[in-house]
């Protein structure tokens, strides 16, 4: 008989499964909060559950850890893991601490199908999804890790903000995301607010709408281009789900969560996606047509990271402060992200992991998107 990993189970999962264990809800949640609030993956440790069902929680099941392969802690104090997920392939969880907040920054694929141009993990192809268990995984391990490493006091949370915003798209993994974020925001679980758990993807529409009835959640849309030609380059997702259904799916998305906005990431590429003309193109994007009120948003510009296969490079400092000052003077609010954890390769997009691509990357290379060079991309 095969072992249930219980990382995999969400709390309704869980009660499910002691369920069919002749166990009561109640026995449940204590197990549940031994996991996750505790850290505890050892059964017989678990002293208030009865002898009875630590034996046969010891011959059914078992919470099981991703196995590490790296540890690499950057100057600014984020640290970043490599985690085996088996098969010749490695995942990445990156924590940011600030003063306010402690941030993970988790994966939800191995390798990423999406193929944008200037991401590392895009480059890479994509080798498969990870369960729910290996998503939950990041964070128990993170969350308990960084526990006894800061000395924090029992039960005092470290990490206060899920961003799903490692390797991979997580709106192309929706069957195991979802039970995920309901571990991450479960009162029994790691009780994260809902604002506070973020999901970021590159466009995928109809998993958007069913996120906005499921769990919704933050959303942050990379955006990146202010015109299809443009983004049909950039985020090939694009050439499926276009800016206008996109913006729809956004404007639809806000309906669940009245008071919440959408956060534009945008990546600052050097005479690509840069200068005053997409601001203005942005701008009207975002506004509405017809006299539709403009969505509640706010943009990220993030500075590109570069690495070598990219051909592109980083839109200089006084080029980016230009673009947001054009946006923040069109009256929206406009952040340019702080670089974390660059000196460890931990920031936006250099995750690379170790991915077997099993998409083939013959053919994904001959796709038209790759072949374009930044010279006409600018041009255009
Ligand atoms: N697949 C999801 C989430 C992972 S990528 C998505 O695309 O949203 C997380 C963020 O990093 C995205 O906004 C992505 O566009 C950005 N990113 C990717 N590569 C980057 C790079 N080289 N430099 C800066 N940001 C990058
Ligand atoms: Fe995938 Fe996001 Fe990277 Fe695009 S930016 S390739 S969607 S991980």
Same mark, same amino acid.
């Given at each position: 008989?095969?072992?249930?990993?219980?990382?995999?189970?969400?709390?309704?999962?869980?009660?499910?499964?002691?369920?069919?264990?002749?166990?009561?809800?109640?026995?449940?949640?204590?197990?549940?909060?031994?996991?996750?609030?505790?850290?505890?993956?050892?059964?017989?440790?678990?002293?208030?559950?009865?002898?009875?069902?630590?034996?046969?929680?010891?011959?059914?099941?078992?919470?099981?850890?991703?196995?590490?392969?790296?540890?690499?802690?950057?100057?600014?104090?984020?640290?970043?893991?490599?985690?085996?997920?088996?098969?010749?392939?490695?995942?990445?969880?990156?924590?940011?601490?600030?003063?306010?907040?402690?941030?993970?920054?988790?994966?939800?694929?191995?390798?990423?199908?999406?193929?944008?141009?200037?991401?590392?993990?895009?480059?890479?192809?994509?080798?498969?999804?990870?369960?729910?268990?290996?998503?939950?995984?990041?964070?128990?391990?993170?969350?308990?890790?960084?526990?006894?490493?800061?000395?924090?006091?029992?039960?005092?949370?470290?990490?206060?903000?899920?961003?799903?915003?490692?390797?991979?798209?997580?709106?192309?993994?929706?069957?195991?995301?979802?039970?995920?974020?309901?571990?991450?925001?479960?009162?029994?679980?790691?009780?994260?607010?809902?604002?506070?758990?973020?999901?970021?993807?590159?466009?995928?529409?109809?998993?958007?709408?069913?996120?906005?009835?499921?769990?919704?959640?933050?959303?942050?849309?990379?955006?990146?281009?202010?015109?299809?030609?443009?983004?049909?380059?950039?985020?090939?997702? *694009?050439?499926?789900?276009?800016? #206008?259904?996109? =913006?729809? /799916?956004?404007?639809?998305?806000?309906?669940? $969560? @009245? +008071?919440?906005?959408?956060?534009?990431?945008?990546?600052?590429?050097?005479?690509? *996606?840069?200068?005053?003309?997409? #601001?203005?193109? =942005?701008? /009207?994007?975002?506004?509405?047509?017809?006299? $539709? @009120? +403009?969505?509640?948003?706010?943009?990220?510009?993030?500075?590109?990271?570069?690495?070598?296969?990219?051909?592109?490079?980083?839109?200089?400092?006084?080029?980016?402060?230009?673009?947001?000052?054009?946006?923040?003077?069109?009256?929206?609010?406009?952040?340019?992200?702080?670089?974390?954890?660059?000196?460890?390769?931990?920031?936006?997009?250099?995750?690379?992991?170790?991915?077997?691509?099993?998409?083939?990357?013959?053919?994904?290379?001959?796709?038209?998107?790759?072949?374009?060079?930044?010279?006409?991309?600018?041009?255009?």
């Amino acid at each position: 008989m095969s072992l249930v990993n219980l990382l995999d189970l969400d709390l309704d999962a869980l009660v499910a499964w002691c369920g069919e264990q002749g166990e009561k809800r109640f026995r449940a949640v204590q197990l549940f909060r031994w996991i996750h609030q505790k850290g505890e993956s050892d059964f017989a440790r678990m002293t208030d559950l009865a002898k009875s069902l630590r034996d046969k929680l010891a011959t059914a099941a078992v919470v099981q850890p991703l196995k590490i392969l790296s540890e690499q802690a950057s100057a600014d104090g984020t640290i970043k893991w490599l985690f085996d997920v088996g098969g010749g392939d490695a995942v990445e969880t990156v924590f940011i601490p600030e003063d306010d907040r402690g941030t993970l920054c988790i994966s939800s694929q191995a390798g990423c199908a999406v193929g944008c141009r200037f991401c590392a993990t895009g480059h890479q192809g994509f080798s498969r999804n990870l369960s729910t268990g290996e998503i939950v995984a990041q964070l128990w391990f993170a969350e308990h890790h960084l526990r006894q490493r800061l000395n924090r006091p029992a039960g005092d949370r470290v990490i206060s903000n899920v961003v799903m915003m490692g390797m991979g798209e997580p709106l192309q993994n929706y069957a195991a995301l979802l039970p995920a974020l309901r571990v991450m925001l479960d009162d029994h679980g790691y009780g994260v607010s809902r604002r506070r758990v973020t999901v970021s993807t590159s466009g995928v529409v109809p998993m958007i709408e069913r996120l906005r009835s499921d769990c919704p959640v933050a959303l942050a849309v990379s955006l990146h281009a202010p015109t299809d030609a443009l983004r049909d380059q950039l985020v090939p997702l *694009n050439r499926k789900y276009p800016l #206008a259904e996109l =913006l729809a /799916a956004c404007r639809d998305y806000l309906t669940a $969560a @009245p +008071r919440d906005f959408i956060t534009f990431e945008y990546c600052m590429l050097d005479g690509v *996606n840069d200068g005053p003309e997409q #601001a203005r193109q =942005l701008i /009207a994007l975002v506004s509405g047509q017809a006299g $539709a @009120p +403009r969505v509640p948003c706010k943009f990220n510009l993030i500075p590109f990271n570069p690495f070598p296969a990219s051909g592109l490079k980083r839109s200089p400092r006084d080029r980016v402060m230009a673009f947001a000052k054009q946006l923040q003077e069109a009256g929206i609010v406009t952040t340019v992200r702080k670089t974390r954890g660059d000196d460890i390769d931990a920031a936006c997009g250099q995750l690379a992991g170790e991915v077997q691509d099993r998409t083939n990357a013959q053919i994904r290379l001959t796709r038209p998107v790759i072949r374009i060079e930044p010279a006409p991309l600018g041009s255009s």
